[in-house]
């Protein structure tokens, strides 16, 4: 599975690589909504591509980032405001004698002041960081499609919930941010040869069994602990992953764009490092057959994730 990806969160890379177009009208949507107090988790990076606003669409959108920042750095300045005042009796406190909740008091201010001060930190910072295009599942990401003949470039959630379902299906089945290859056919049918999708990712991240990893024998461990690796093609280029995707309506609710990401078996050096998944990524000469996917032949779109592009993946432990 992968849970976390560090991905080109810059429309205009796909509108320069692909000559695409930008779907403004969501993009502008989702950002109202994040304004008027939606969950919408977007990564910094996204946010950032809207920093210097060329057309009148783009200022619209960065008023509506501009207005959600000036209202979080309100409510983190709140919250260190309180956190500094618990802290202060905790410390008092402790000062007269020593207790348990006074201590686990003091322990809890420190954290949540230091989570405050670094989140306010990453509003104000203008210089870029990798993690500011980290994804993981229910975060937004621009994902190229293919409408009426014309690239386009839209913001999805990565988590694919499928037209028709519940809302709550987000929540009985939370791993639905990848589509597996083996059942393509079966829960995704849907979508395959209907709605495909590509996304740009640098690097992408999984959590692996420890015992796994070090190839030790899992009693030699207290439990099954797990680590995060990171995985990198080893050339360095961006890979072009293929994904599934879904609009989702439902009566008094908003249209929800939503994405899954192909995974496939894995290739050695993956199944080494303790992973039994891997994402797809395709050839760029595949690209616009993939996005203009043939129902009727399922046989030359499988074919496409057999040619899939081939980079070897260095891994570490993910910082």
């Given at each position: ?159 694919c919930r499928l ?104 290739p050695p050096e ?50």
């Amino acid at each position: 599975m992968c849970y976390s990806a560090q991905i080109e969160a810059d429309y205009r890379k796909y509108v320069k690589m692909f000559g695409a177009q930008m779907d403004i009208r969501q993009f502008a949507r989702l950002y109202w909504e994040r304004a008027e107090g939606s969950k919408a988790k977007i990564p910094k990076a996204m946010d950032d591509a809207f920093r210097s606003p060329e057309t009148g669409d783009e200022r619209q959108i960065k008023e509506f980032i501009d207005r959600y920042n000036a209202e979080q750095a309100t409510k983190l300045e709140q919250d260190l405001f309180k956190q500094r005042t618990r802290l202060a009796d905790a410390e008092c406190t402790l000062q007269t004698k020593t207790t348990k909740a006074a201590t686990e008091s003091k322990r809890i201010a420190t954290d949540k002041i230091e989570t405050s001060l670094r989140r306010l930190e990453d509003i104000n910072r203008t210089m870029p960081e990798p993690r500011d295009s980290r994804i993981f599942p229910g975060h937004y990401a621009p994902v190229l499609v293919v409408e009426d003949g014309q690239y386009v470039v839209r913001p999805m959630r990565y988590q694919c919930r499928l037209a028709g379902k519940p809302a709550n299906y987000d929540v009985k089945f939370p791993g639905t941010y990848n589509a597996r290859r083996d059942n393509l056919e079966g829960f995704w049918k849907p979508l395959f040869g209907h709605t495909h999708g590509v996304m740009l990712v640098d690097v992408f991240y999984e959590n692996v069994s420890k015992a796994k990893w070090e190839g030790t024998l899992l009693e030699a461990h207290d439990k099954d602990e797990n680590v995060v690796l990171e995985f990198r093609p080893s050339n360095g280029q961006l890979m072009w992953v293929a994904c599934l995707w879904s609009r989702w309506s439902a009566p008094g609710e908003s249209d929800l764009l939503s994405f899954a990401a192909i995974t496939d078996e894995p290739p050695p050096e993956i199944a080494a490092a303790g992973h039994d998944r891997c994402i797809v990524p395709i050839k760029p000469e595949n690209v616009e057959a993939w996005l203009k996917p043939d129902a009727s032949n399922r046989g030359a779109l499988h074919a496409i994730l057999d040619d899939k592009d081939r980079p070897y993946f260095e891994h570490r432990l993910a910082a």
